[in-house]
């Protein structure tokens, strides 16, 4: 089993940052992709970002150059920096990650997912 913790929920004004962080437990050998997904209020859930297990990093056109995405494999945690936040990056943010663990297949797993509210 492997379970995904998600923190640094909260509220900012806009031009503010956060950072979100989502750390994986469990019976885990090796983890590829990691990465964050949001879901706004009456929309499809959609990529923000990705860091593949090759190093490269994949953003949303809505997010990039504001937001940026890091990985501590040794902590197998996921991180993403959000600077100048809009109201409209207003959603619940889900990580999730395609681990490798003691039971094949690898697979992927997502985290309970985090409120992020952009207000004045």
């Known amino acids: 089993q492997v379970q995904l913790v998600e923190s640094g929920a909260g509220l900012v004004q806009p031009g503010g940052s956060l950072r979100l962080s989502c750390a994986a437990s469990?019976?885990?050998?090796?983890?590829?992709?990691m990465g964050w997904h949001r879901q706004a209020p009456g929309k499809q859930r959609e990529l923000v970002a990705t860091?593949?297990?090759?190093?490269?990093?994949i953003y949303a056109d809505s997010v990039k150059g504001r937001f940026a995405i890091s990985r501590d494999n040794a902590k197998n945690t996921v991180y993403l920096q959000m600077n100048s936040l809009k109201p409209e990056d207003t959603a619940v943010y889900y990580c999730?990650?395609?681990?490798?663990?003691?039971?094949?297949?690898?697979?992927?797993?997502w985290g309970q997912g985090i409120q992020v509210t952009v207000s004045s």
């Open positions: 999730y990650m395609v681990a490798i663990t003691t039971t094949p297949p690898p697979r992927d797993y």
């Open positions: 469990g019976s885990i050998l090796s983890i590829s992709a």
């Open positions: 860091d593949t297990s090759g190093g490269r990093t």
